[in-house]
């Protein structure tokens, strides 16, 4: 394979060898309780509402606890494809925002916390 196409899967390579070395495990994910997925839809309709809401279940954040909520998405600049969601949940108690990143297809493969935000067992940066 050559060409961009072979450029985007040895970037990705890559990636997940560092991320293997660095120990980036998936994040935490848990049964989100009833009417989660419903209370982010509120703040952003979006496909991977569901998944945002496992993982902020499965890392001890009560969706009670956030006010806001934005999505980045990222694209192939050459075929416009999306290729990966970046969820920001601001909190309602605290500065600062949880960041959730996932794949074209919604699954998770990262939590952090950015200005401020402290969750426990999550990496702050």
Do not use: H, K
């Given at each position: 394979?050559n060409?961009?196409?072979?450029?985007?899967?040895?970037?990705?390579?890559?990636?997940?060898?560092l991320?293997?070395?660095?120990?980036?495990?998936?994040?935490?994910?848990?049964?989100?309780?009833?009417g989660?997925?419903?209370?982010?839809?509120?703040?952003?309709?979006?496909?991977?509402?569901?998944?945002?809401a496992s993982?902020?279940?499965?890392?001890g954040?009560?969706?009670?606890?956030i006010?806001?909520?934005v999505?980045?998405?990222?694209?192939?600049?050459?075929?416009?494809?999306?290729?990966?969601?970046?969820?920001?949940?601001?909190?309602?108690?605290?500065?600062?925002?949880?960041?959730?990143?996932?794949?074209?297809?919604?699954?998770?493969?990262?939590?952090?916390t950015?200005?401020?935000?402290?969750?426990?067992?999550v990496?702050s940066?």
């Amino acid at each position: 394979m050559n060409g961009p196409a072979s450029g985007r899967v040895a970037a990705l390579a890559a990636t997940l060898i560092l991320g293997a070395c660095a120990g980036l495990q998936p994040p935490p994910q848990g049964v989100p309780p009833p009417g989660s997925v419903a209370a982010l839809d509120r703040l952003a309709t979006n496909p991977c509402n569901e998944a945002v809401a496992s993982v902020l279940a499965g890392s001890g954040v009560a969706i009670e606890r956030i006010r806001g909520l934005v999505y980045g998405v990222d694209y192939d600049e050459l075929s416009d494809r999306i290729v990966r969601y970046q969820a920001w949940a601001s909190f309602a108690d605290q500065p600062g925002q949880a960041v959730v990143l996932l794949d074209d297809r919604c699954r998770p493969y990262q939590i952090y916390t950015r200005g401020g935000a402290r969750v426990p067992g999550v990496a702050s940066y």
